[in-house]
């Protein structure tokens, strides 16, 4: 009994540190601060992006540079904000640390295929959608999967990413089917292809990537939801939401938009680029 | 905190569930394997010192996530159809087997050579001497070693999170995604841990103590 109490007593202790711990956490510091006057006098906007996502965000193991729709449009923007000689810094993010990295201020703005959701929107400010996907479904050749309904059975297993909304929009499309949570899209497609899933899911733009490296698989179904990406920013950096809306604005205009579009969307196949110029 | 526990409650126990049942099927059956490739290396026959060798190096210098990820992967492509949770299992198995052998055959060496051949001039079989005599000695000296094998083993189960096991860890990060609310979800699921590997540690003192006399 005495033995059994003193066990309580350190389970007691070690709940104590954690609720301490975890008040210590909600504390917020370098996110308080201004992004845009930050970023102007240090001349550099640290963006974070994917790099594990073909067409959008991939790391080139050539030259350890990421490359994509995602980082092109990144650079675009800094110019316009910060003017010519503006530097943009890319640190690699998953669509699990994205917003924990903004959140701490090691980034100081997402554009790594995010959807403007709302509830994202409690944690985050958003601009303005840059490019509008939806979600679709990536199968093998062979597979007889045709949309999202063929998905709608128990024992059916969907592969999907942490942190992505994907996986929330499959549990309401499809409720029977069981969702694998993987930790990022190079993960999710090998689990894909070793047949733990009968279907990979997220959003259109990123499975043709897939489909374009991985030759025997499909896209299949269509868009059954819209999934309209946006650059999270903090809570309370309006100046910098600002900067960025207009910046967009201007890119769009100027045929910059259009082109960084062509540059990554031209050849995909099943893919229209010009539906969804701007 | 007490937000995450409310709204994922049940995330959370299934997470434990998963978590619970993977580390008592790893703990049983690396034992076993563990104790049969110590023997081998204390064996007389010299194939099977060797075959014990190159299980534990091959095993104890690969990191665990491999491990799991080779069975998560290759396996099933190859082999059979077997899901994250087995695969992460059977991992972990085979790592923490591979520590464990090494933790007992320390401890077989440990004991005084003289215990075998006594036992042995008194007529007794290798296997019996080996099973009467030394493994129970040994075991008392590798208890507490023992034991910070099983408490890694439950927190190298963690694992599972990356091969889709269903996992508190899997769970952890779910809820983090979903709850946007990283710090809180983490520092839930770390009690969680707490509560699986606080009575295992205690466990082995008191084991520990009561062999002691």
Known sequence: ??????YIGLLGLVSMLAIVLSACGSRQSLSKQDVLTNDKASNTITWGVKAD??????????????KGFDVDIAKALTKKILGKNGKAKFVQVTSQTRIPLLKNGN?????ATMTITPEREKQVDFSDSYFDAGQSLLVKNSSNIKSVKDLNKTGTKVIGVTGANSVANIKKYAPKAKVLELSDYAQAMTALKSGQGAALTTDNGILYGMAAQNKGYKVVGGTFTKEPYGIALNKGQQPMQKAINKALKEIEADGTYNRILKKWFGNVKGFDYKEAAR | MIYILTHYWSELIQGLGYTLLSSIIALIFSTIIGTMFAIFEVLPSRTMRIIG????????????LVIAMFFYVLIPMYVAKIDGFTAGTIGLTIYTSSFIAETVRSGINSVDPGQMEGARANGMTYWQAMSKIVLPQAFKLVIPPLGNQFINLVKNSSVLAF???????YQGNSIASLSLDTINSYMVVGVFYLIITLPLSYYMRHLEKRLAN
């Open chain 1, 1 to 6: 009994m005495k033995k059994f109490k003193r």
């Open chain 1, 53 to 66: 996502t073909k067409l959008f965000g991939l790391m080139d193991v050539s030259d350890n540079t990421i």
């Open chain 1, 107 to 111: 980034i100081d703005a997402i554009i």
């Open chain 2, 53 to 64: 060798r190159i299980y534990i190096e091959i095993f104890r210098n690969i990191p665990l």
């Open chain 2, 163 to 169: 091969v889709a096991g269903f996992d508190l860890m």
